[in-house]
T-cell receptor, first 112, second 113 residues
């Protein structure tokens, strides 16, 4: 597996609390992505980054924000978690926009 | 934006048979089409991809075909084995604009021994 980790791996939180998920890479890849995976929906893009401080919205970005202050870290923040944000979150990295994406191990988030 | 539809949602085959999964895309500007495999409890991994300048690509028992006119592409797995059991996702992206992948909803393939 490519050098990509996610933390935490599991989290249980309550509605209305802020949550931050971290993606860390050691591959020096330019592109980083956050997806959520829900049954019947496949992988849906939340936000992605094409360089330090360069980010763009995906198809399900409402309620999420991201930050990338250095190449190796991409943070996903749920400002005020809702039950609809219960999901498995995957981070991915790639050298370029149409090159292989390498996925992290995923984070299971449960919002009660 | 791009919309990718994938069929079937579930597929069961006998070991040794072939399996075919089909995807259609909506944006004619899309030019990159990867397939990812996700085993139970694991992360997705790329198994094959195709770009719009070719119509077919093979890698051992796996092949992908692309019909740009009809805007659909398919994954073919021959001589299926139990270890092929997984969820398969197709995806599409374009060269210009927002170049991130749009994924299909996935196909759960079960290979019966």
């Amino acid at each position: 597996d490519a050098g990509i980790t996610q933390s935490p791996r599991h989290k249980v939180t309550e509605t209305g609390t802020p949550v931050t998920l971290r993606c860390h890479q050691t591959e020096n890849h330019r592109y980083m992505y956050w997806y959520r995976q829900d049954p019947g929906h496949g992988l849906r893009l939340i936000h992605y980054s094409y360089g330090v401080k360069d980010t763009d919205k995906g198809e399900v970005s409402d309620g999420y924000s991201v930050s990338r202050s250095k190449t190796e870290d991409f943070l996903l923040t749920l400002e005020s978690a809702t039950s609809s944000q219960t999901s498995v979150y995957f981070c991915a990295i790639s050298p370029g926009p149409q090159e292989t994406q390498y996925f992290g191990p995923g984070t299971r988030l449960l919002v009660l | 934006g791009e919309n990718v539809e994938q069929h079937p949602s579930t597929l069961s085959v006998q070991e040794g048979d072939s399996a075919v999964i089909k995807c259609t895309y909506s944006d004619s500007a899309s030019n990159y089409f990867p397939w990812y495999k996700q085993e139970l409890g694991k992360r997705p991994q790329l198994i094959i991809d195709i770009r719009s300048n070719v119509g077919e690509k093979k890698d051992q028992r796996i092949a992908v075909t692309l019909n740009k006119t009809a805007k659909h592409f398919s994954l073919h797995i021959t001589e299926t084995q139990p270890e092929d059991s997984a969820v398969y996702f197709c995806a599409a992206s374009k060269k210009e604009g927002r170049r991130a992948l749009t994924f299909g909803s996935g196909t759960r393939l079960q290979v019966q021994p």
